[in-house]
C-alpha cells in the first residue's frame, strides 16, 4: 500500500510558533467497521452519516524547541513527544497515553512533531462519558491541527492533500476517525463500487446523494452513560478468532455496494432494513465472540420495540442503529421531523438516563475556527 505518499517533505519553511483550532465531528456509521489488521486496516469498508452538533473543539499551541545541540541531541535520545493535554480546561494526565501513542504511531509521518512543544486543549460539544464515543471527533481534530501546521511548513499541499492526509492520520489513532473529516457521508475501506475508495483513509461518498438523505436527521438517545463493559479495541480484536467473521466481512462489503445503490435511488424503506440489520448484526458479532458479551441494555431493546411499534403504526420511516454501546441512534427524514421529535420527547425519552438525547443531523464535515 502507498503510504509513503504521507511522509512529510523536507520543511520549506521554518515556523516558531502557531496555534490552530479545528472544531471536528463525529460521525455514524450506517453500514458498519468491526474487525481490523495492523495497522488499523479495516476488514471491510463502512459507510457513515457525519454529525453536526456532535464535534469536538482542539486548539493545539505549538512551541518550536530551542535548537541548541544540547538540546536536539536530548530529543535524539528521548524520541518523545513533549505535549501537555487539557481537557474542558483542566489538565488531563489520564488521557495522555492513547494521545501519546497516537503520536507515535503517525511519527514516521509527521516528524517534526519532535521540534515542537505542543499543548492541547480540547473540548466535547457532548456531555463527557455520555457513551457517545469522542474518539473520532477528538482524534481528527488533533489531525486536522497537525496538518495546519504542516501546510505552514510545506505550503504546495492543496486542500485535498491536506484532507486525504487528516483522515489517513486519525485512522490510525482510531478507525472510525478517518471518517470524521469530511462529510455529509464517508466512505472507509476499499471498496470495487466505490470510486477512490481505500483502506487507509476516507473519502466522500463520490455519488449523487437522493435528495431524501439531504438533511437527515439522528436524535441520538442516551440510554447508558458508563464506561463500556469492552472496549472497541479489544471488540475489534475478537473478530480475529471469531467463527462468523469471514462471512461478516463479506456481507458488510456486499451490504455497501447496496447501500451505495440506495443513497442515490432513494429507496428509504431499503434504507430502513439495512441500516437497522446492519446495527443489529454489528451487536450479534458482539455476543457470538469468545468471550461474548452484550451492550445492550434493558432500555435499548425497549426503545428498539418503541420504534418499530411506531413505524407499523405510522406508516413512518424511522429507523436506529447503534455504534459500540447502549445508546440509540434514530434515524429520520426531515419531513418526519416534527412528528418524530414529539415521539422522542414523549415516548423514547423516559428509557433515557435523567431522558438526555441529543438531536442532531447530517453535517458537512471539520471546520478552521
Ligand atoms: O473506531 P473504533 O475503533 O472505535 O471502532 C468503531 C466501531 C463502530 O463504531 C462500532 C462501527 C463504526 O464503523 O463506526
Excluded at 472544531?23 to 455514524?28: A, G, K, R
Excluded at 530529543?75 to 494521545?99: H, N, R, S
Excluded at 451492550?295 to 455504534?323: A, G, H, Q, V
Amino acid at each position: 500500500m502507498d503510504t509513503a505518499q504521507f511522509i512529510s517533505k523536507s520543511n520549506n519553511n521554518s515556523v516558531e510558533k502557531a496555534s490552530f483550532t479545528w472544531q471536528t465531528p463525529s460521525n455514524i456509521a450506517l453500514v458498519k467497521y468491526w474487525g481490523k489488521s495492523n495497522p488499523q486496516i479495516p476488514k471491510n469498508a463502512s459507510i457513515s452519516f457525519t454529525l453536526n452538533n456532535c464535534h469536538t473543539i482542539t486548539t493545539i499551541d505549538f512551541e518550536k524547541k530551542r535548537n541548541s545541540d544540547e538540546n536536539l541531541k536530548q530529543v535524539q535520545i528521548d524520541k518523545k513527544v513533549d505535549f501537555d493535554l487539557f481537557f474542558e480546561g483542566k489538565q488531563k494526565d489520564a488521557f495522555k497515553p492513547k494521545i501519546a501513542e497516537f503520536f507515535t504511531r503517525i511519527q514516521e509521518y509527521c516528524p517534526y512533531i519532535f521540534d515542537y512543544k505542543m499543548t492541547i486543549n480540547s473540548e466535547n460539544s457532548f456531555p463527557h462519558s455520555s457513551g457517545i464515543a469522542s474518539s473520532a471527533s477528538g482524534l481528527s481534530a488533533i489531525a486536522m491541527c497537525l496538518m495546519s501546521l504542516e501546510s505552514e511548513l510545506n505550503p504546495d499541499l492543496s486542500a485535498e492533500e491536506i484532507n486525504k492526509k487528516a483522515s489517513f492520520l486519525a485512522r490510525l489513532g482510531s478507525g472510525s476517525a478517518s471518517r470524521s473529516i469530511e462529510g455529509p457521508m464517508v466512505v472507509w475501506g476499499n471498496h470495487p463500487e466505490i470510486a477512490g475508495s481505500s483502506d487507509l483513509y476516507g473519502v466522500q461518498f463520490p455519488y449523487k446523494l437522493h435528495s431524501v438523505f439531504e438533511n437527515y436527521q439522528d436524535a441520538i438517545l442516551l440510554v447508558d452513560k458508563g464506561e463500556k463493559q469492552v472496549s472497541s479495541t479489544v471488540g475489534h480484536n475478537l473478530m480475529h478468532e471469531h467463527p462468523y467473521a469471514e462471512s461478516r466481512f463479506t456481507q458488510a462489503n456486499d451490504n455497501l455496494g447496496k447501500m451505495s445503490e440506495i443513497l442515490q435511488n432513494g429507496d428509504i424503506k431499503a434504507f430502513v432494513n439495512l441500516v437497522e440489520s446492519e446495527a443489529l448484526t454489528l451487536h450479534a458479532m458482539m455476543m457470538t465472540s469468545n468471550p461474548y458479551f452484550i451492550l445492550m441494555k434493558p432500555n435499548t431493546l425497549e426503545i428498539i420495540n418503541k420504534i418499530w411499534e411506531y413505524r407499523n403504526e405510522n406508516d413512518s420511516n424511522i429507523c436506529f442503529t447503534l455504534d459500540a454501546g447502549a445508546n440509540v441512534h434514530v434515524l429520520y427524514p426531515e419531513n418526519e421531523k416534527e412528528k418524530v421529535n414529539h415521539f422522542i420527547e414523549n415516548v423514547l425519552s423516559i428509557y433515557c438516563q435523567k431522558n438526555h438525547y441529543i438531536y442532531d443531523s447530517v453535517g458537512l464535515g471539520a471546520n478552521k475556527m
